[in-house]
C-alpha cells in the first residue's frame, strides 16, 4: 500500500479543544509547544489589559483576530479538490489513469470556536459527554489503491524511502522522454497552487501559531484565572473537583468508547458552571485580545499570507471550474 502526499488540515490545536482531548492525537498536527509562538523563545507573554468582556453562552458565532489569515474548511476542500484535479490531469500526460484518494471525513465543529472553549450546552453535554457527538470515534483512514513503482514515480517524484514525496527534493527523472516535474505530479500541482511550502497546502506557520499560543497563554491570564477559580467553587458544589475547564475534559476517566453516566453529569455541570459565571465570555475577550496582539506585532508578515490565501483560493476555483 503506497501513501500518498495530502494537503494539511486548518485549525491544528483548539479548533476542538474538548474532542482533541478525548481523542488523545485527533485535532493537532503539532502541540502548542511545539509549534512555537510568534515571539523569542522563553520569552514572557505580555498580558493584554481586556476593557469589554462580553456575557456568552457560547463563542460558536464568534470569530477571532488570526481568522481572516487562516484557511476556511471550505477554502480548505476547495484547495485539495484542485490539488486532486490537477495531479490527476499531471498523470494523465505521462499516460496514466489516476484517481486521487478521496480525502477521509474528519469530525468538524460548526465553527472554529464552537468547541474551542470546551462544552458549553448543559442539554448536549447531558447527552453526548465531553465529545460532541461524532467525535469521540476518529474514522478509519480510507484505503489508497496499489500503484506500481512506475507510477508512484512520477506521481511523488520519488520511490526513495529516504526522500519525501512530493517535496522539492523529489522529481526531475525523465519517463518515457518526458521529463517528470518537481514533486511529481503532487508537487507540480501543490505549486500551481501556491502551496509547496511546508504547510503543503494548510495553514502558515505563523497564524496557526497566534492562534494555538492565544489560547495557551490566554489560560494564565488573570481575569481568565479569576473566573475559572469561579467555575472550579462552582464544579466543586457538584462534586467535582477540577482546577479549570481542561482539567475536567482531560479526565482519563472519559477516554471510553461511550459517555458513562459519571460523564456526562461533570459535562453537564461544566457547562452549566460556565454559563453562570460568563466563564466564555471571558476567555473568548482574553483570547481574541492576546491575538490582537500578536496580530498588530506581525502585520506586515500577515498581510502577506492574507493576499497569499485569496490568490490560492482564485487559483482552486479557476481549477474546479475548468
Not at 60 to 83: F, G, K, M, V, W
Not at 234 to 255: H, I
Not at 280 to 287: E, F, I, K, S
Request: net charge positive.
Amino acid at each position: 500500500m503506497t501513501s500518498f502526499p495530502t494537503p494539511g488540515r486548518p485549525k491544528a490545536a483548539v479548533v476542538l479543544a474538548t474532542a482533541a482531548v478525548l481523542m488523545a492525537a485527533g485535532c493537532s498536527s503539532s502541540s502548542p509547544s511545539s509549534s512555537g509562538p510568534p515571539r523569542a523563545k522563553g520569552a514572557a507573554v505580555v498580558m493584554p489589559e481586556v476593557s469589554s468582556v462580553p456575557r456568552l453562552i457560547t463563542a460558536a458565532d464568534r470569530t477571532l483576530p488570526i481568522a481572516p489569515y487562516l484557511l476556511s474548511d471550505q477554502q480548505s476542500d476547495e484547495l485539495t479538490a484542485a490539488q486532486a484535479k490537477l495531479t490527476e490531469q499531471c498523470m494523465v500526460r505521462f499516460g496514466f489513469r489516476y484517481t486521487s484518494p478521496a480525502p477521509t471525513p474528519v469530525f468538524r465543529p460548526r465553527t472554529p470556536t464552537q468547541f474551542r472553549y470546551g462544552v458549553t450546552d448543559p442539554k448536549a453535554a447531558a447527552v453526548d459527554g465531553f465529545a460532541p457527538a461524532g467525535s469521540r470515534t476518529a474514522p478509519a483512514p480510507a484505503e489508497h489503491a496499489s500503484v506500481s513503482a512506475e507510477m508512484t514515480l512520477v506521481l511523488t517524484g520519488t520511490n526513495d524511502p529516504h526522500v519525501k514525496p512530493g517535496s522539492t527534493a523529489a522529481g526531475g527523472q525523465v519517463h518515457k522522454g518526458r521529463k517528470i516535474p518537481v514533486g511529481g505530479c503532487v508537487g507540480e500541482a501543490r505549486a500551481r497552487l501556491l502551496s509547496e511550502g511546508p504547510e503543503a497546502g494548510g495553514d502558515a506557520e505563523l497564524p496557526n501559531a497566534i492562534n494555538i499560543d492565544s489560547f495557551e497563554s490566554s489560560r494564565k491570564h488573570p481575569l481568565v484565572r479569576a473566573v475559572f477559580a469561579k467555575w472550579s467553587q462552582c464544579m466543586e458544589a457538584r462534586g467535582f473537583s477540577y482546577p479549570d475547564p481542561l482539567a475536567s475534559t482531560g479526565d482519563r476517566a472519559w477516554r471510553t468508547r461511550t459517555a458513562s453516566a459519571k460523564e456526562k453529569a461533570a459535562a453537564r455541570a461544566d457547562a452549566d458552571c460556565k454559563m453562570r459565571n460568563n466563564v466564555v465570555g471571558v476567555w473568548y475577550a482574553v483570547d481574541a485580545a492576546l491575538q490582537r496582539q500578536a496580530i498588530e506585532k506581525n502585520s506586515a508578515a500577515l498581510d502577506k499570507i492574507k493576499k497569499a490565501i485569496r490568490v490560492r483560493v482564485k487559483i482552486a476555483a479557476a481549477v474546479l471550474d475548468g
